[in-house]
């Protein structure tokens, strides 16, 4: 999957457009998704940090953070496993 397409489907689960995903906004569900964008891209792409970061304006290390955070928090958060479980299976039905 691309990127792109990923964003798509992380934004259409949260109700939030992409741009604002890829923006600067700070509340709560605008870095949770942006987060899980992240995580997502990192897991089912072949992209690299760098490659990441640039889709969303970002530095490398912020990718970092946002991989970790989810990657710490899934094993422990019955919402966030199913986010990133629907978000895969609706990017998997669209390749």
């Keep these: 999957p691309t990127a792109q397409l990923i964003i798509s489907e992380v934004s259409s689960y949260y109700n939030i457009s992409e741009s604002v995903i890829r923006g600067t906004a700070r509340n709560k569900a605008t870095a949770e998704a942006r987060q899980v ?6 897991n089912l792409t072949t992209l690299s940090l760098e490659d990441i970061a640039a889709e969303f304006g ?37 390749l």
């Design 37 to 42: 964008s992240m995580y997502l891209i990192r």
């Design 58 to 94: 970002k530095d490398h290390t912020t990718v970092m953070h946002s991989v970790d955070k989810v990657e710490k928090n899934l094993p422990s958060s019955d919402h966030l496993q199913t986010v990133v479980k629907e978000v895969t299976a609706n990017v998997n039905g669209k």
